[in-house]
């Protein structure tokens, strides 16, 4: 018989983008000069709506993702389409479920806006799927959205499936990640199994070793534009006193990447030029080869969306030790 350390936990992933909490939970990359080892998660199924984000993810894990709208995949409305259907069990489902309309939570009206049906997908993948634990990772905003009302429906809903519901709040510099990103981790554990409260993981880095941006993305200052994948530019002008005009501080952690910035993604502290895309994607620590298509626009736009790979590592390192201790 097979160790149960080695033991493949099957993992459906919804709204995974171009598949920065993916490849934390499927390991085997090197980025800032660490190795991060392959962890015992088997990707079966995954899900996105963005084209662009879907043809990254393929190219990069040479398996296909079902680019489709999740509400539709759910209510079975692609029937030509026989990789869609998704499986009737995993061990773990992941995501990042969209949280803009969750505002009016207290009524429950932000949970029938498009984006909360988004949500709802997750909490009906999560009935069908049974797994022994989820996780749901999204912005630090959410905890304070409308009162905290929103945090407490989303505990409440998945609560009535079967779960003990924790969450907590991370600041992603404090594992190694060279941004300003706080985000919230909400895990939920099968009352089902009698599982123990989740044990999430702790920091690895202290403030005063926080890795900066310069060390990061130091080597590709002199690098020429296109001359290394990723390695290109927004042409946009400065616009003083909005948002992404700022200059890096080479010594400190870099601001947030994100999704919506226009083309005003924070200027290179040399101040010739923005940061570039393979920039911004070593800032949330992907790999070098791990390329983004078919553009820099949308690969800014990927970026930002993402979960660090390097600290979605630590959470499915969490995830494996738990379940391979309780299962």
């Not at 980025?31 to 984000?53: C, H, P, Q, S």
């Not at 992907?286 to 590592?313: L, R």
Request: charged fraction near 25%.
């Amino acid at each position: 018989m097979k160790d149960k350390k080695q033991k493949k936990y099957t993992l459906v992933s919804l709204f995974a983008g171009c598949g920065g909490l993916d490849l934390g939970f499927t390991g085997g990359f090197e980025v800032l000069g660490k190795k991060y080892t392959k962890r015992n998660f088997d990707l079966i199924w995954a899900n996105d709506f963005e084209k662009n984000a879907c043809l990254t993810f393929s190219k990069y894990f040479d398996k296909e993702i079902v680019c489709a709208d999740i509400v539709e995949v759910l209510k079975g409305n692609y029937p030509d389409l026989f990789s869609s259907r998704m499986p009737k069990k995993a061990d773990v489902v992941i995501g990042g479920f969209p949280c803009q309309d969750f505002s009016l939570a207290g009524k429950r009206r932000g949970f029938n806006s498009k984006r909360g049906n988004l949500y709802q997908s997750m909490v009906e993948t999560v009935k069908r799927l049974e797994p022994a634990l989820f996780i749901a990772e999204n912005v630090k905003g959410l905890l304070s959205m409308n009162g905290g009302d929103a945090i407490e429906t989303i505990k409440k809903d998945f609560a009535e499936l079967g779960y003990n519901v924790e969450y907590k709040l991370f600041h992603v510099a404090d594992y190694g990640v060279p941004q300003n990103r706080e985000r919230v981790i909400i895990v939920g554990t099968s009352k089902k199994k009698k599982m123990p409260p989740f044990v999430f993981p702790k920091p690895t880095h202290t403030k005063d070793k926080w890795v900066s941006v310069g060390e990061a993305i130091k080597d590709l200052e002199k690098i020429e534009e296109n001359n290394f994948p990723n390695h290109s530019w927004s042409r946009a002008k400065m616009f003083e006193g909005t948002q992404g005009n700022s200059i890096i501080k080479k010594d400190k952690i870099a601001p947030t990447m994100r999704a919506e910035h226009h083309g005003n993604i924070e200027w290179h502290w040399n101040k010739k030029r923005r940061l570039s895309a393979r920039e911004a994607a070593r800032i949330q620590t992907f790999p070098d080869n791990f390329i983004f298509y078919p553009s820099t626009s949308s690969a800014y736009k990927q970026i930002g969306n993402a979960v660090p790979p390097v600290f979605g590592w630590h959470i499915a390192k969490a995830v494996e030790n738990y379940l391979t201790k309780n299962i």
